[in-house]
Nanobody
Framework: QVVLVESGGGLVQAGGSLRLSCAAS????????MAWFRQAPGKEREFVAA????????DYPDSVKGRFTISRDNAKNRVYLQMNNLKPEDTAVYYC?????????????????????WGQGTQVIVSS
């Protein structure tokens, strides 16, 4: 069992930045691939970023590539999402997910069904 708790969301103007944090507890954090997903009102949850256990591989969809950066600190059992140049369309609840599956490509990392553990989410609102 892994418990995930997100923080760092809030209200920001377009062009601004936020840093989300996800704290993990329970089983050995280093064994898990981690990811961020988001869900806007009336829309399905979508993939935002993923990082493997050793932090030497990351994946992003085109919608956030170059603006968002995922990182992890295995000593602190945390994963982060640095979001720069935020746009109103980034408004959503952001969720942290953990997977025991060793993903070797984007399709695997971006598949919501591969993540067995989820946090409660943190709201991000970007005003225009």
């Amino acid at each position: 069992q892994v418990v995930l708790v997100e923080s760092g969301g809030g209200l920001v103007q377009a062009g601004g930045s936020l840093r989300l944090s996800c704290a993990a507890s329970g089983r050995t954090f280093q064994l898990f691939g981690m990811a961020w997903f988001r869900q806007a009102p009336g829309k399905e949850r979508e993939f935002v970023a993923a990082i493997n256990w050793s932090a030497d591989s990351t994946d992003y969809p085109d919608s956030v590539k170059g603006r968002f950066t995922i990182s992890r600190d295995n000593a602190k059992n945390r994963v982060y999402l640095q979001m720069n140049n935020l746009k109103p369309e980034d408004t959503a609840v952001y969720y942290c997910g953990a997977t025991e599956i060793y993903c070797t490509g984007y399709v695997c990392s971006a598949s919501e069904r591969n993540y067995a553990y989820w946090g409660q989410g943190t709201q991000v609102i970007v005003s225009s």
